[in-house]
């Protein structure tokens, strides 16, 4: 058992370019998040995967935000034109279904300037 | 909608010390947990403890337990014995029984002072 590792763990980005985060859960889990947390707030969630699924969108998905999850491995979350509002740590989390525990990763923290 | 909510931003606590950290939780539903999760500083988030909302007994988890008042919607950690590993950022999360995402509170920074 690895854990949940993300990629690129810091990114610094100009405005308006597009950005592409990468989340590997844990091997045998089958569902999959992410959130996304500002500094001084805790985690907001964004999506949620069951296997390739994608069952859930928060609001703050914008159309910008789009994130996949091909055969229901690894994940990944594109953000397009991206914005100084959208400088955060981005976290995924990972979770067998029929238990209790999300297990996350060490974040990706975005910069755009 | 439901929220969580902590209303301590900062605690302090003297090493071996006693600490406990609050948490209110709003929800119309019935079937839900509850959690608290510690983040320490550039560190990935772990869990400390969970409550299911149907046991009526509130968990335990070595120095960690629970104070689950339902009626109330108030689900507060208490630390026992502090140690200075336990300086981190702790987040009250709420999943609904039918939800996959957690709701998650503001947090509270608990300082351990040796």
């Known amino acids: 058992d690895t854990g949940v590792s993300q990629d690129p763990r810091h990114k610094i980005t100009k405005r308006g370019q597009n950005v592409t985060f990468r989340c590997d859960p844990i091997s045998e889990h089958n569902r999959l998040y992410w959130y996304r947390q500002t500094l001084g707030q805790g985690p907001e969630f964004l999506t949620y995967f069951q296997n390739e699924a994608q069952l859930e969108k928060s609001r703050l998905l914008s159309d910008r935000f789009s994130a996949e999850r091909p055969k229901g491995s690894f994940s990944t979350l594109e953000i397009q034109r991206t914005e100084q509002g959208d400088s955060a740590m981005y976290l995924c989390a990972s979770r067998l279904a029929g238990t209790y525990e999300q297990y996350f990763g060490p974040g990706t923290r975005l910069t755009v300037t | 909608a439901q929220t969580v909510t902590q209303s301590q931003p900062e605690m302090s606590v003297q090493e071996a010390e006693t600490v406990t950290l609050s948490c209110t939780y709003d929800?119309?539903?019935?079937?839900?947990?509850l959690f608290w999760y510690k983040q320490p500083p550039s560190r990935q988030m772990i869990l400390v403890i969970r409550?299911?909302?149907?046991?009526?007994q509130n968990a335990t988890e070595n120095r960690f337990s629970v104070n689950f008042q339902k009626a109330a919607k108030s689900f507060s950690l208490k630390i026992s014995d502090s140690q200075l590993g336990d300086a981190a950022m702790y987040f009250c999360a709420y999943r609904g029984g039918s939800q996959g995402n957690l709701i998650f509170g503001k947090g509270t920074k608990l300082s351990v002072k040796p």
């Open positions: 409550q299911e909302a149907y046991k009526q």
């Open positions: 929800t119309s539903e019935s079937d839900y947990y």
